[in-house]
């Protein structure tokens, strides 16, 4: 199975910072499955970017992706209070199709 | 609009057979993929399986040996069966559309299930 490490586990930022989430492939991967979701306390995953940097429907320009290969990045332009949550990265080149342990983004 | 809602019973005791159900609208199962996955309480997410819009399926193989998914195209329904529940298969369930690229673009509330005597 495609491990995925993403770091940090978990960021205090300020609103209007710009923060970055990193993902790493034990395993090569086509940008076109390399996706992240927000997941938001007691509700479901939401995708964000889908095949690395595309914005999925109704997404904020101020999230981002970019990324080859082993290594990707998430990254969020200008923190705001509603971008409180955890986030997550998934492969979905092989299967088991694989989840990072996610990053815990919160307020300072 | 696509919605997908999970159902099926919050309880299950150890060793015995989890059924959930996933009730789809706004799409149909004949065109369209879906996926299970679940996430043990406050630990991430987990993908299960899939089935196909032709029927096939594929599994996760850590949970392959315990695993089924089915479906219903006349009630647009995706079915989970799951065998042998251990208190570690505590967690939410969710059921997803699969799309190319293998990501899931939505997503049920989830149903919580917990595995105890």
């Known amino acids: 199975a495609i491990v995925l490490n993403q770091s940090p586990s978990s960021i205090i930022a300020s609103q209007g910072e710009k923060v970055t989430i990193t993902c790493r492939a034990s395993s090569s991967i086509s940008s076109n499955y390399l996706h992240w979701y927000q997941q938001k306390p007691g509700a479901f995953p939401k995708l964000v970017i889908y095949?690395?940097?595309y914005r999925a429907s109704g997404v904020p320009s101020r999230f981002s992706g970019s990324g080859s290969g082993t290594s990707y990045s998430f990254t969020i332009s200008r923190v705001e209070a509603e971008d409180v949550a955890t986030y997550y990265c998934?492969?979905?080149?092989?299967?088991?199709?694989?989840f990072g342990a996610g990053t815990k983004l919160e307020l300072k | 609009q696509v919605q997908l809602k999970e159902s099926g019973p919050g309880l299950v005791q150890p060793s015995q057979t989890l059924s959930l159900t996933c009730t789809v609208s706004?799409?149909?199962?004949?065109?369209?993929?879906v996926s299970w996955i679940r996430q043990p309480p406050g630990k991430g997410l987990e993908w299960m399986g899939v089935?196909?819009?032709?029927?096939?399926?594929d599994y996760n193989s850590a949970i392959k040996s315990r695993l089924s998914i089915s479906r219903d195209t006349s009630k647009s329904q995706v079915f989970l069966k799951m065998n042998s529940l251990q208190t570690e298969d505590t967690a939410m369930y969710f059921c997803a559309r699969r799309r190319s690229g293998n990501y899931f673009d939505y997503w049920g509330q989830g149903v919580m299930v917990t595995v105890s005597s």
């Open positions: 095949s690395t940097s």
């Open positions: 706004g799409l149909s199962l004949t065109s369209n993929s």
């Open positions: 089935i196909w819009s032709n029927g096939g399926t």
């Open positions: 998934q492969q979905g080149s092989s299967n088991p199709y694989t």
